[in-house]
């Protein structure tokens, strides 16, 4: 061990979780990396020990309103912690869920183009596209003595815009400067009787100079009098307010001595940022408030099955039932349409027949009702069309139930107003070197950093000078980002759709960014979604971190990463109650050279992941994607071969999330179970009638609160229970397995609901859950713990680890199986009851593995994997493949998308994207088995042919290999 402990951060005898009084120096300003195999205790350590107490004690020195809440935040259990610096947590799970959330708004290289739009930007006009030039008082008495003879107008000067607030001392200012009236929200007052306003709303405040008549009698004096007194009190701003002749109709016309076009006499005010942000009324489009999208009735989600008559359900999957409104409704559309008939299948209407059923015709029809009780016939109704009386209710309800019914026909369209675009008209006519802020919010980060470049040249001087600083931020945001490996990432990216590892990364650039001093790191597997080839960039990131005067904490298992590491800690030696140890720590070399050490072994290749003998050929079928065009793919077409491990894979953002997630599955989902969710972009699928279901195993949580666990969602917590029933002592009582439930009133503790934990809401910090003080944790009431198999009461068996709880009920065949399929993808060593929120994804991930493998196989399964070895050491990641390639020996195919060398070596088939990331990929590079892809000058097939290389050379002294697939 580090011997200094000013030099180190030294944790003493910590238990937290599986942790069994572990104790290890960490030293400062170094690259640490903390691995061994999944459940060793790594995150334990790294996030609930390290960056919980260095949390906590930022916390202790807030304010006393802040620390009213830490005698119920619970401290970890360890016994001393010394050398703590400010930590950092900078992990996978926090993906942005908001749809205005972007790359560009995440990093704050948005703001910044903001700031340098409204300050060097050229504005045009909305109509014309010329230039706008200032107006001066003279050109905006022209314009106004231009228009009709006896127009009565009103000249106002707006000194409150948009601004929360009761503004009550503008009454008295504004009266003693000789004002009489002014309008209030579009609403006139008198002065000497002004509103009360509501502090807390936006209010707009503008004061009426005068009101004039234009006509050759106007004196030019008193109107230009007027606009300058205006402009004065305005700062630069009038509105011009026409009174319709005879009626009561205003229309305000806007002047500014800012921007002005003179040939279409329209004015803008002074560019300022939030007239470029999409998430402010100022800037964003009116009709989808900056969204870029709206929702829109899709044709395609409303016919259902045009195989189908309308009687039989082929429209919205609703029969026509005797008796509804619906059926004496389209009974008589049947009787007034010659062409229509709700016995003819919709695929024999016309196109003209199905365009006037979704969309109305205007003749009127009569409509008799009939029902058990009443009977009325109208005869003036004409046929409203199916989307627009989804549009009327959808518009009209206040029911969240129909709403959410209505948007199930709904589809995510481009906003037609801005064409997704998200601004308003007038920012989207600013330009610099004739490109908007949303021509470069489209491009990539790589592309953008180019057009700095240009931009710096093009600007003039004064220009140069007033965008120096905003660029040059601008510039070195950039930078951090391609750094980190993802300079195909385009600005106007959705955080939301963006993997677990890309968010991280983007945080770690923007850390970078700060380049604080004496901070302590906390990252949770940062290589996760990088290729091979983009290690290096990531790795010299992570170096430049601690060459700045930080401790940078990886949790990894990457070999590259952690043979650049600085200190290797490694636990262990197992998973669960087997690990939470101290295996090694030092050097690599030092880890490499620890007997006990499996992350050692395989990094010494002393062990390896075995290569199967012979590659499986499949069942000769296939399913074909012919033309996929969605996001950067280029209209390609690719093959997967049924009945094989495939694996796909290329670097980051080449389009294998969008060619398999978006395209594929959706596909599938679509043809096999009737989906209604939007296809990724493709002329046609061929083969899909060769498997009967489609499973996507993705790392999504299997639960969002503690309540969820393994047994509940693999559904071996059912089977407890129904144990637990049939128990002597419950049957006397009346017991049913709902007593045994923790999800319902009877058996369960009633003060955390049956949680075991109550969750305490801070308005500034994420939400803390503490353990329930009346159940203790159990979740259950002392009646419902009295109730004991073996020994054990339901609560009890919450506790097991899965490992102990396969050889607790041995004897009960429906348990034990579904238990045996988890131990099977190496997850042993959680507990039945675990909180689904202290999984990882893949954790999480192997648990939705486990079940699919508990159902019986029908040997035409498509399973696809987004990333499986997430969270996986090398030794896992050998259960994993065990697991795979059994699905695949039952006939079934297994697609991954996947990164890790291990992975692809022992696959049947390799399909790779590329060659870049963005817009340089959506292309297919190579496919075929891992020799033959090793063989191709790919940025795969140059790290398989080093691996298989490797792999030959270290086992060609063994003689006895494992056994892999035939």
């Known amino acids: ?173 504004l009266t003693e400067m000789g004002y009489a009236r002014v309008r209030v929200d579009n609403e006139e007052y008198e002065l000497t009787d002004p509103p009360k306003l509501d502090r807390y709303k936006i209010h707009t405040i503008e004061v009426i100079i005068d009101r004039l008549v234009i006509n050759a009698h106007l004196a030019k004096s008193r109107l230009i009098e007027a606009i300058e007194q ?74 259902t099955n045009y195989d189908l008559t309308f009687r039989n359900g082929g429209v919205m999957d609703k029969q026509l039932e005797p ?42 029809i009569s409509v008799v009702f009939e029902s058990e009780k009443s009977r009325w016939e109208s005869k003036q109704h004409h046929h409203e069309g199916i989307v627009n009386t989804l549009y009327r209710r959808y518009r009209e309800t206040k029911s969240d139930y129909s709403r959410r019914y209505y948007e199930s026909f709904m589809r995510k369209d481009l906003c037609e107003t801005c064409q997704g675009k998200r601004l308003k008209p007038s920012s989207l006519a600013v330009t610099i070197n004739d490109k908007t802020i949303v021509d470069i919010s489209n491009t990539t980060i790589e592309q953008c950093l180019n057009w700095i470049a240009e931009t710096r040249k093009g600007l003039s001087k004064t220009h140069q000078k007033i965008a120096y600083n905003i660029l040059r931020e601008i510039e070195s945001r950039l930078k951090f980002l391609i750094s980190v490996g993802l300079p195909y990432l385009t600005l106007d990216r959705a955080s939301m759709t963006l993997s677990g590892g890309e968010s991280q990364r983007i945080r770690l650039a923007t850390q970078i960014g700060s380049a604080l001093v004496g901070v302590t790191y906390v990252l949770d597997e940062p290589s996760i979604g990088l290729h091979a080839r983009d290690q290096d960039k990531l790795l010299l990131s992570l170096k430049n971190l601690r060459a700045i005067g930080n401790t940078v904490i990886a949790v990894e298992h990457d070999h590259q990463t952690i043979l650049s590491a600085d200190h290797v800690i490694d636990l262990g030696p197992g998973p669960g109650i087997h690990g939470g140890t101290l295996v090694a720590q030092g050097t690599p070399e030092v880890i490499m050279n620890t007997p006990e050490s499996y992350t050692g072994a395989y990094l010494s290749g002393k062990k390896v992941i075995q290569i199967p003998k012979s590659r499986i050929n499949g069942n000769g079928n296939k399913i074909k994607i012919v033309g996929a065009k969605e996001n950067n793919l280029k209209n390609i077409t690719v093959e997967f071969p049924l009945g094989r491990f495939i694996c796909l894979t290329g670097v980051s953002g080449s389009g294998k999330s969008t060619l398999m997630n978006d395209t594929l599955y959706k596909g599938m989902m679509k043809y096999l179970h009737g989906s209604k969710g939007r296809v990724g972009i493709h002329k046609k699928f061929v083969g899909l009638e060769n498997v009967d279901k489609v499973i996507n195993i993705d790392q999504s949580p299997i639960g969002r609160t503690p309540r969820s666990n393994p047994a509940t969602y693999t559904g071996v917590w ?59 944790g159990k979740r259950y009431n002392s009646e419902t713990l009295e109730i004991r198999y073996k020994g054990k009461n339901i609560s009890d068996i919450l506790v097991l680890t899965v490992e102990e709880g396969l ?65 996986l050491s090398t030794h896992d990641i050998s259960f994993l493949l065990t697991v795979l ?54 940025p795969t097939g140059l790290f398989l042919r080093d691996i298989l290389e490797l792999y030959s050379a270290s086992t060609s002294h063994r003689t006895n290999p494992i056994e892999t697939t035939e």
């Not at 003279?138 to 106004?144: D, F, G, L, M, P």
């Not at 593995?849 to 159902?855: I, M, P, R, W, Y």
């Open 230 to 303: 205006a402009l004065a009190l305005g700062e630069g701003i009038i509105l011009v307010t026409k009174i319709e002749n005879g009626t009561k109709t205003e229309s305000d016309n806007l002047f500014s001595e800012n921007y002005a076009c003179a040939d279409c006499s329209l004015s803008f005010e002074e560019l300022k940022p939030r007239n470029f942000s999409f998430n402010s009324p100022w800037g964003s489009c009116p009709d989808c408030q900056g969204l870029g999208k709206t929702l829109k009735i899709d044709p395609d989600l409303i016919i």
């Open 1 to 173: 061990m580090v011997s200094s402990k000013k030099e180190v951060i030294s944790v003493q005898n910590a238990r937290v979780h599986n942790l069994r009084n572990l104790s290890v120096d960490i030293p400062h300003n170094k690259l640490v990396v903390i691995t061994g195999v999944s459940g060793s205790g790594k995150s334990s350590l790294a996030f609930d020990v390290i960056f919980a107490e260095g949390q906590r004690r930022y916390v202790e020195s807030l304010s006393a309103y802040a620390r009213q809440f830490l005698g119920r935040m619970q401290k970890p259990d360890v016994d001393l912690i010394e050398g703590l610096s400010p930590a950092v947590s900078i992990e996978q799970k926090t993906t942005s869920k908001n749809p205005r959330s972007t790359v560009g708004t995440q990093t704050e290289i948005y703001d910044y183009l903001r700031l340098l739009y409204a300050n060097v930007g050229i504005p045009h006009c909305t109509s014309c596209g010329k230039e706008l030039k200032i107006q001066t008082p003279q050109s905006i008495t022209r314009a106004i003595r231009s228009w009709e003879e006896g127009t009565r107008i009103k000249i106002l000067a707006p000194i409150i815009r948009g601004k929360k607030g009761t503004h009550h001392t503008q009454w008295d200012r």
């Open 323 to 364: 008796g509804t409104w619906r059926y004496s409704y389209y009974t008589a559309l049947d009787k007034a349409w010659d062409d229509f008939s709700v016995d003819t299948p919709l695929k024999d209407l016309s196109e003209e027949v199905i365009n006037r059923l979704l969309h109305g015709s205007s003749e009127n």
């Open 807 to 871: 050889e607790f009920f041995a004897n009960i065949p429906p348990i034990k199986k579904k238990l045996q399929t988890i131990v099977d993808v190496g997850l042993g060593y959680i507990q039945i009851g675990q909180a689904a929120t202290t999984l990882s994804g893949g954790e999480a991930q192997r648990v939705k593995l486990a079940k699919e493998l508990s159902k019986k196989s029908t040997g035409k399964t498509f399973y696809i994997l987004d990333e499986p070895t997430t969270g």
């Open 885 to 938: 390639q059994r699905l695949v020996k039952e006939g079934n195919t297994v697609v991954v998308i996947e990164h890790n060398l291990d992975v692809i070596k022992t696959c049947d088939w390799i399909i790779e994207l590329g060659p870049e990331g963005g817009e340089k990929g959506g292309l297919v590079l190579a496919i075929g088995t891992p020799e033959k892809i090793s063989q191709i000058d790919c």
């Open 718 to 776: 059912d089977h407890i229970r129904q144990l637990f029933s049939q128990i002597k002592e419950a049957k006397l009582r009346g017991y049913k397995p709902g007593r045994f439930s923790f999800n319902v009133k009877g058996g369960r503790c009633e003060t955390c609901h049956g949680g075991g934990q109550i969750k305490i809401e801070l308005s500034f910090l994420p939400d803390v859950w503490i353990t329930c003080e009346d159940c203790k």
